[in-house]
Structures are given as structure tokens and as C-alpha cells.
């Protein structure tokens, strides 16, 4: 019997692909990464929106699974290809942490740091001042999570961290240094280390890496 067809619908400069991307990559999957040519609109035409209605990026159709939102990615992959509960662990309280930072990846990441390269890279109408005052204070308790630990639950890597590295890592494409976060820094290091990595395209860095 063949492998499972993997396409995993992305586009090169998205935060949230390279979550998806990421993640596949690290469980050592292989996939197609097949580029949605977001400026001409593919992702509002009719064969994209079949795969997701909400006409976004990443989506992931693995055999007859179509998913989609990025840390829906992860928790799927998880799920069915991490039989050794490294990415997300297997305890309750283990799986609340996780889930506590895909949260933080749709809440505080999304409206500081993330929001920040929207407006710098993708002219996104934000006010620019508010959202990197939001992002300095969601990095500054990053930073104070991550004093005396590798990774966000502790000495292993999870998927908690690939879901917030993308945009954390890209802050200062945003006007967003990370020169104050000496902990955030080293962070992104040990995940830029990890084997499997695959990185996510610069753009303009406008601020001290």
C-alpha cells in the first residue's frame, strides 16, 4: 500500500504556514508544499475555498483529512503521527499547557508581534504605535517564562514552542527588536538548532535582530 499523500497548501511568508510547516517537517512527514498564490486571490477561488471555507492558509490535506488553522495542524499531527507524545504530552495537565500557548498564538502573539509585521511587510491598517507596545509587553512575559527554562514546558521541545516561534522570531521585520530578551533569543537558537528545522523567509529586518 502507498504512503498517504500529504499537500500542505501554504504561502512563504505566512506565519502560520511555517507553524504547519514546521511541525511536518520536525515529525519528519513527508509532504508537498504547494505555494497559494495569495496575491492573485487563489485562496478565494472556488477549488481553495472547498478545502477551506474561510479562504486561509495552511491547509493541510492529509488522505481524506483536510485541516485546517494552524494549531488544528498541530494538534492533528500530533495526534496521529507523534506515538511518543513528544510534541504535545500525553498527561491532562501536560495538553493544558500546550493548548495554553495556542492560545497565546491566537490572542496576545497575534495582536503584538504577529500584527507588527502585518503592518510593516503586508501594509496592514493597524495602529502602529498600540501594537508594538502590545508586543514588547507579550514579549516581556515570554521572556520572564522562559528564565531557567529551554523550552516553554521545561527542558524538551513541544509544539507549544513551534506554534509561537514563526512570529516571535520575525518580530523585528515589525519594527519589534529582540535585543531586550536575552532568554527569547537563546530560545529561538535551541529550535533553530533542533533537527528538522526548516526556517521561515526574511523579509526587510527593520529593527536590531
Known amino acids: ?93 501536560g495538553q493544558s499547557l500546550v493548548q495554553r500557548y495556542f492560545s497565546q498564538a491566537s490572542g496576545p502573539l497575534a495582536a503584538g508581534p504577529a500584527r507588527a509585521r502585518l503592518i510593516q511587510v503586508f501594509g496592514a491598517k493597524f495602529d502602529e504605535e498600540e501594537t508594538i507596545t502590545n508586543a514588547h509587553a507579550y514579549l516581556e512575559g515570554l521572556e520572564a517564562q522562559l528564565e531557567g527554562s529551554g523550552f516553554l514546558l521545561g527542558q524538551e521541545v513541544t509544539f507549544a514552542d513551534v506554534a509561537l516561534y514563526s512570529y516571535v522570531a520575525r518580530a523585528p521585520e515589525g519594527f519589534v527588536s529582540l535585543e531586550p530578551y536575552p532568554h527569547i533569543r537563546g530560545w529561538l537558537a535551541r529550535i533553530e538548532a533542533l533537527e528538522g528545522f526548516v526556517d521561515i523567509p526574511h523579509t526587510k529586518v527593520s529593527a536590531a535582530a
Open 1 to 93: 500500500m502507498s504512503e498517504t499523500k500529504r499537500i500542505l497548501y501554504s504561502f512563504p511568508l505566512s506565519g502560520h504556514s511555517h507553524r504547519a510547516e514546521l511541525a511536518l517537517s520536525l515529525l519528519g512527514l513527508d509532504f508537498e508544499n504547494r505555494v497559494t498564490d495569495l496575491p492573485a486571490g487563489e485562496h478565494k477561488s472556488d477549488w481553495f475555498l472547498k478545502l477551506n471555507p474561510e479562504g486561509k492558509v495552511p491547509v493541510l490535506v492529509d488522505g481524506d483529512d483536510v485541516i485546517y488553522e494552524s494549531t488544528a495542524i498541530l494538534t492533528y499531527l500530533a495526534a496521529k503521527y507523534d506515538t511518543d507524545n513528544k510534541w504535545i504530552p500525553a498527561s491532562a495537565h
